[in-house]
Antibody
Framework: QVQLQESGPGLVKPSQTLSLTCSVS??????????WSWIRQHPGKGLEVIGY???????YYNPALQSRVTISLDTSKNQFSLKLTSVTAADTAVYFC???????????????WGQGTLVTVSS | EIVLTQSPGTLSVSPGERATLSCRAS???????LAWYQQKPGQAPRLLIY???SRATGIPDRFSGSGFGTEFTLTIDRLEPEDFTFYYC?????????FGQGTKVEI
């Protein structure tokens, strides 16, 4: 059974960098059949794809966040990470990591998700 | 980007009845690349349907998906108590992949 678990600070100050890590068990981040993604959910609202990474290091970022986002992968630790710079209150959300089943080079659906972690941006 | 509009926002039904949820896309969803997820409060979304109509592993057959182009439907037959929660559609045919705003199924 594949499991994903997010970790990182639950409180970040405005203008600082949000950093989260997703630890994967029961599956390998080196498996070329999957992307590894970050998705967020603002309180009481819908879901937003932040971006995803392939085992080769290829990344895709949502254009709305692209200038502030970096997703990286450490296959030796079976982990991938998210950095979001210059955060504001609008970045307060539950952040999920998820595995993406690759359907084509630019499409895929999420089959396993982490439980999510709430990150609050506040001074 | 493709905007997905789910309706209704809230659906009131009784256990044992059928629920029909709609997801309308602002543009045609490429190759029917549409998924449905169930989310219970405080939990991660759970994949129900992918490719518009394929059930994910372990999903009961009372859940079914249909549609193509811009109109998609999730049908839940014989509603069980655990089915009363939130449902989201997602298109993954065009970047950025986008989600609908959700439908709450309540008793």
């Amino acid at each position: 059974q594949v499991q994903l678990q997010e970790s990182g600070p639950g409180l970040v100050k405005p203008s600082q960098t949000l950093s989260l890590t997703c630890s994967v068990s029961g599956g390998s981040t080196s498996d070329g059949s999957y992307y590894w993604s970050w998705i967020r959910q603002h309180p009481g609202k819908g879901l937003e794809v932040i971006g995803y990474i392939y085992y080769s290091g290829t990344t895709y970022y949502n254009p709305a966040l692209q200038s502030r986002v970096t997703i990286s992968l450490d296959t030796s630790k079976n982990q991938f990470s998210l950095k979001l710079t210059s955060v504001t209150a609008a970045d307060t959300a539950v952040y999920f990591c998820a595995r993406v089943v690759i359907v084509t080079d630019v499409s895929g659906y999420n089959d396993y998700w982490g439980q999510g972690t709430l990150v609050t941006v506040s001074s | 980007e493709i905007v997905l509009t789910q309706s209704p926002g809230t659906l009131s039904v009784s256990p044992g009845e059928r629920a029909t949820l709609s997801c309308r896309a602002s543009q045609s969803v490429s190759r029917g690349f549409l998924a449905w997820y169930q989310q219970k409060p405080g939990q991660a979304p759970r994949l129900l349907i992918y490719g518009a109509s394929s059930r994910a592993t372990g999903i009961p057959d009372r859940f079914s998906g249909s549609g193509f182009g811009t109109e998609f439907t999730l049908t839940i037959d014989r509603l069980e108590p655990e089915d009363f929660t939130f449902y989201y559609c997602q298109q993954y045919g065009s970047s950025p992949w986008t989600f609908g705003q959700g439908t709450k199924v309540e008793i």
